[in-house]
């Protein structure tokens, strides 16, 4: 007999130096996942395993192991792991952990508590006959418990106690272990990420200087219409408000955009640009959130997209009248919940994005025809600036072209002392439908034709020359709602003041009768306007 108990005992410490050896070798959960499945129930005769472990916030526990729930067989169907939050003070892990030796319990007997936690009923019908539950520790500090089920009784000898608390032993270091390694590869994906976006970042900035090398840091102009201007940059940009610059193209939108980041707390992180008219619609969401390695063909690497980059930032979305309207409701919902996903990641991403929209249309106009949301415009015009087009701060136009002239004047080489009084009333007469960038590429090129001295002739544009000269009132420029009223009621008159109906105004308009309707009342169009009474 003592031979016999001899070699079970030589036996078993064999099983456990093998087990210690594979348990240091583990370096993943998955590892240690095998180690137990293959050699710990083996060892100890149970049929299945909970390894549960106690969470951060030191009041509840979680499965950390645990057998395959495939191979579980349950007579509800239920699966026994419940992968959720348990308290710690359930009635039996707590019992487990405050004690020194395994605990064997008899499950026909332990049912028939009151207050038992649900899992212990769920394995119950998967046929358990004994549990029995083992602490986990790492040196002298309780980290958990290990659940280990019979099919049958008497499995768990009382003799062999010592055995599976040298197991559990050995369970705590291997966990413990494989846990810090989870945290430094965590650490390591964190640095990752964050040299990966540093790169972008960088070759972002190195691309940008190219586009903008020449762009100057403030606006320039007094005039009254420019001082409004600056007084709302001023107002707004130490907030975080989102902002709607409107205006003509030309007017430098951009400038103003970047007026409103440098003058913000944000001043110090690169403003990231979109120009959502430069972008292939099918390419745009990627280009705003991202995407995954393997998300979609041609996805050969992960991308982080613009917003992720303007994190901490603010994100300039240029041309923003021309967004799909597919995006339109992605880009309202990153606005809205502060947070998006990468086009075939698996977790949302947190931002802290302050958004400077531009355009040139008339966003109102576009939610009309259908092309714009409403509820995405209410969100991007939380603070709209009105740049003014150049014609109507003339004033402005020598400030303009003295800079322009100079800063030509050093990247071409030329020596140009100034431009003549009567070159420049040319100028100032002109009505610029291009604005300032006309302006700017008109100087450019005339300095580029000045050999030296002054600058006396400007060769305007003849067929906008024509267009300014002219008298009649169809060449001059004119608000879209009166372009708008007039067409109207040009549709109207030849449709007899029919509006619904198959030759009515609406279907000529292709518009639906009650739309037409309320657009005739706020254009201030009444019947009189369109129907002949007769009256002198």
Known sequence: MMNTDTGAKKDEFENLLCFSKAVA?????????????????????????????????????????????????????????????????????????????????????????????????HWYNAGVKEIMLVRICN???????????????GVFLKSRFSFFKGMADQ??????????????????????????????????????????????????????AMRKVYDLVSKVAPSDATVLILGETGTGKELIAHQVHDASPRRDKLMIKVNCAAIPANLLESELFGHE???????????????????????????????????????LRALQEKEIERIGGKSVIKVNVRIVAATNKNLEAEIVAGRFRSDLYYRLCVFPISLPPLRERREDIPELVAFFIEKYMVSSGRKITGIAPKALEKLKAYSWPGNIRELEHLIERTVLLTAAGTITEISLPTRNKILFASSDPETQVRPLADVEREHILRMVKLSKGKISGLNGAAAKLQLPSTTLISKMQKLGIRKEHFIDTGKE
């Open 25 to 121: 070798a583990a370096r993943h959960r998955s590892d240690l996942w095998e180690i137990v499945n293959e050699q710990l129930l083996e060892n100890i005769g149970a049929s299945y395993y909970t390894l549960c472990l106690i969470n951060e916030d030191a009041a509840t526990h979680s499965p950390f192991l645990y057998s395959p729930k495939n191979k579980i067989r349950s007579v509800t169907g239920e699966s026994p792991v419940m992968l959720l939050q348990h308290p710690i003070h359930d009635g039996i892990f707590d019992m487990a952990i405050d004690e020194e030796e395994p605990v064997v319990l008899n499950m026909q007997g332990l049912v028939r508590r009151k207050g038992i936690p649900t899992y212990i009923i």
């Open 293 to 331: 390695k393997g998300s979609y063909t041609g996805a050969l690497e992960k991308r982080i997209g613009k917003f992720e980059l303007a994190n901490n930032s603010t994100l300039f979305l240029d041309e923003i009248g021309e967004l799909p309207l597919e995006m339109q409701a992605k880009l």
């Open 139 to 153: 040196g002298k500090a309780p980290k958990g418990v290990l659940y280990l089920y019979a099919l049958k009784t």
């Open 171 to 224: 369970l705590g270091t291997g966990i413990s272990n494989i846990l810090a390694n989870e945290k430094v590869e965590l650490q390591l994906e964190e640095i990752r990420k964050y040299k990966t976006q540093l790169e972008q970042e960088n070759s972002y900035l190195k691309e940008e200087r190219r586009k903008d090398k020449q762009l100057t840091g403030k606006a320039i102009g007094k005039s009254p």
